[in-house]
C-alpha cells in the first residue's frame, strides 16, 4: 500500500487537465502522478525537470539510460512503465530489457558507454575519466548533459517511487527473472 494515497477521479479542476494531458486516453493517470498531485507544488515542479520530450539523445539512447538508472534503484514500476510504453519503439529485444536490469548484454560501443555512464553515476555520482571518454566518443556536448540530467532525474523518480512504496502498474512489465548464471552488473 502507498503511504501517501493517490489522488481519484473526479479530480480538482487545476490537476484534471495536467493529468489528461500526461495520460493515453482511456487510461487512468499513472500512480505516481497521482500522488505527486497531492502537493501541486510538487508535483508542478516534478513536471517542469520531465526528459521525455524531444531532446538530443534519441529515443532509444533516452530509454537505455532510464532503464537501467531505474534497474539499478529497484524502480520496478517506473521500469516497467517505461518498458511497456517506449519498450517497442526503441526496438529493445527481450534479452536487452533483461540486461538492463540484471547487467551484461550484447550492446554497440555508443549504448555500451550510456550503460557504464549510468551504473558509474548510480555509484558514484561521478564519471571516472574512461566513462567520460566512452560518452565523448560517441555523443556531443549536449548529449552528455542530456544523459547526466535523464539519470539524475530517474534517481530522483526512483527515490519517489520506492519511498512511497507505490504499487505496479497493473498493465506495466515487471523486471525479468534472472537468467541462469547471469550476474547482476551494478
Known amino acids: ?3 501517501i494515497a493517490p489522488v481519484h477521479a473526479p479530480f480538482s479542476p487545476d490537476i484534471e487537465p495536467v493529468l489528461a494531458e500526461l495520460t493515453p486516453a482511456g487510461m487512468t493517470p499513472l500512480v505516481l502522478f497521482r500522488t505527486l498531485a497531492r502537493s501541486p507544488r510538487v508535483f508542478r515542479k516534478f513536471r517542469a525537470g520531465a526528459l521525455l ?4 539523445l534519441s529515443l532509444r539512447h533516452r530509454e537505455l539510460v532510464i532503464l537501467r538508472t531505474c534497474a539499478l534503484a529497484g524502480n520496478e514500476y517506473e521500469w ?3 518498458v511497456t510504453f517506449f519498450g517497442p519503439r526503441a526496438g529493445f529485444t527481450e534479452a536487452q530489457l533483461a540486461a538492463t536490469v540484471h547487467g551484461a548484454g550484447n550492446w554497440d560501443a555508443p549504448e555500451a558507454a550510456l550503460l557504464a555512464a549510468a551504473e558509474q553515476l548510480h555509484d558514484t555520482t561521478r564519471l571516472d575519466d574512461e566513462a567520460w571518454g566512452a560518452l565523448r566518443a560517441h555523443f556531443d556536448e549536449p548529449q552528455v548533459l542530456e544523459v547526466l540530467a535523464v539519470a539524475g532525474f530517474y534517481r530522483t523518480v ?4 520506492n519511498a512511497l512504496q ?3 502498474e497493473s498493465y506495466a512489465a515487471r ?3 534472472r537468467p541462469s548464471g547471469a ?3 551494478s
Open 1 to 3: 500500500m502507498t503511504r
Open 166 to 168: 507505490l504499487p505496479l
Open 80 to 82: 516497467g512503465v517505461h
Open 53 to 56: 520530450d524531444k531532446g538530443p
Open 175 to 177: 523486471f525479468p527473472a
Open 183 to 185: 550476474r547482476n552488473m
Open 158 to 161: 526512483s527515490l519517489f517511487v
